[in-house]
C-alpha cells in the first residue's frame, strides 16, 4: 500500500487487487493538495479496470478534486464505497456527478459489484 500525506488536511493510500485499484481518501481535497489523488487516479494507468474510493473519511472536496476523480470514470467503472460524507454527497448532486459513480457499502464490495455499462 502507498500512503501519501498531502499536507496536515489530507491523505491518499492506493493498493491493487488484481484489476482493481483501491484508493483510500481522507481529510479536506482541493486543489492545492490534489498531487497525490491525481496520481493515484491517473486514468491513463496500465491494467486497471474499476477504482474503488474509500470516502468514508473525506471531509472536503471542490471542483477540482471531482474533476480528478471524475476522470476515470469515462471509461471505466469508479465505486464509491462506504458511506458517502454528506458535504461529497452534496456537491454531487448539485453537480449531477453521482450518476458517474456506482456505490457500494464497503471496499470488499466494490470490488464485485456489478456495474452497468454507461449510456453514449
Known amino acids: 500500500m502507498d500512503t501519501h500525506n498531502t499536507g496536515a488536511r489530507s491523505r491518499v493510500e492506493t493498493r491493487s487487487a488484481g484489476d482493481v485499484r483501491i484508493v483510500v481518501m481522507a481529510g479536506e481535497f482541493d486543489m492545492d493538495n490534489v498531487a497525490d489523488l491525481r496520481t493515484a487516479m491517473d486514468p491513463a494507468v496500465p491494467g486497471v479496470a474499476r477504482f474503488v ?25 469508479v465505486v464509491l464505497a462506504g458511506t458517502v460524507p454528506s458535504r461529497l454527497a452534496r456537491l454531487l448532486e448539485l453537480t449531477g456527478a453521482e450518476q458517474a459513480f456506482a456505490t457500494a457499502p464497503s471496499v470488499a464490495e466494490g470490488m464485485v459489484v456489478v456495474v452497468p455499462p454507461r449510456k453514449g
Open 53 to 77: 474510493l474509500d470516502v468514508t473519511g473525506v471531509t472536503f472536496v471542490d471542483s477540482t478534486a471531482l474533476s480528478i476523480l471524475l476522470q476515470p470514470a469515462l471509461d471505466r467503472p
